[in-house]
């Protein structure tokens, strides 16, 4: 008997015939093959124009996490269905481990580090740990992610509003109900600091 992680990633790789078809998951033998190879890409991300070498099918995850030192962006299913490797790409959400590289050129591409600072936290990230919503952690960069979005263009979001903007990143924790809590705290935290 299949357990139900099991057959959710089984059905989902039966119907990714052409979407997730197109994007490649290198090994590390082949990113070093391609960086000695000298395929020189263009990508801003955080708000940095970055050169790397990568062929352009490459999944943004793997440029942001091998190439750039990125590791706040986390591999989760490698299929598009858990939102752990959420990213911003000009202010929209996309799921990183099936985003080719190509298509983020001329592009703003912000990842959860270039959300705030250790200096000074995305207010979402911030409320996530003074509430103590996270468990394992790691979830929370795409959480952050779908959450900073969701407060960009809704600041005052219901609780309902918070739970459909996060209800396509999977937590298997359970920590859901902790993180709803710590956005609409952080919410209210950047109303007030906006007056």
Same mark, same amino acid.
């Given at each position: 008997?299949?357990?139900?992680?099991?057959? =959710?990633?089984?059905?989902?790789?039966?119907?990714?015939?052409?979407?997730?078809?197109?994007?490649?998951?290198?090994?590390?033998?082949?990113?070093?093959?391609?960086?000695?190879?000298?395929?020189?890409?263009?990508? $801003?991300?955080?708000? %940095? +124009? $970055?050169?790397?070498?990568?062929?352009?099918? /490459?999944? =943004?995850?793997?440029?942001?996490?091998?190439?750039?030192?990125?590791?706040? /962006?986390?591999? #989760?299913?490698?299929?598009?269905?858990?939102?752990?490797?959420?990213?911003?790409?000009? #202010?929209?959400?996309?799921?990183?481990?099936?985003?080719?590289?190509?298509?983020?050129?001329?592009?703003?591409?912000?990842?959860?580090? #270039?959300?705030?600072?250790?200096?000074? !936290? %995305?207010?979402?990230?911030?409320?996530?740990?003074?509430?103590?919503? +996270?468990?394992?952690?790691?979830?929370?960069?795409?959480?952050?992610?779908?959450?900073?979005?969701?407060?960009? /263009?809704? !600041?005052? !979001?219901?609780?309902?509003?918070?739970? +459909?903007?996060?209800?396509?990143?999977?937590?298997?924790?359970?920590? %859901?109900? $902790?993180?709803?809590?710590?956005?609409?705290?952080?919410?209210?935290?950047?109303?007030?600091?906006?007056?």
């Amino acid at each position: 008997m299949l357990t139900s992680a099991t057959a =959710l990633h089984n059905e989902v790789s039966r119907a990714s015939t052409g979407r997730y078809s197109q994007v490649r998951h290198p090994s590390l033998a082949e990113v070093r093959r391609v960086g000695d190879a000298g395929l020189m890409a263009e990508v $801003r991300v955080n708000g %940095h +124009a $970055r050169q790397v070498q990568a062929e352009d099918d /490459t999944a =943004l995850l793997y440029v942001l996490r091998n190439h750039l030192g990125l590791k706040g /962006t986390r591999f #989760g299913c490698g299929l598009g269905v858990c939102g752990a490797c959420s990213v911003l790409v000009d #202010g929209q959400r996309v799921y990183s481990c099936n985003t080719p590289l190509w298509s983020v050129k001329d592009k703003e591409v912000t990842t959860v580090e #270039g959300l705030g600072s250790d200096g000074a !936290p %995305h207010p979402v990230a911030r409320a996530i740990v003074e509430h103590q919503a +996270a468990q394992c952690g790691f979830c929370m960069s795409g959480i952050v992610i779908s959450a900073a979005r969701l407060l960009a /263009t809704n !600041p005052d !979001p219901s609780d309902a509003d918070v739970r +459909a903007a996060l209800d396509d990143n999977l937590c298997r924790c359970g920590a %859901h109900n $902790r993180v709803v809590h710590a956005v609409l705290t952080a919410a209210a935290e950047m109303r007030r600091a906006a007056l």
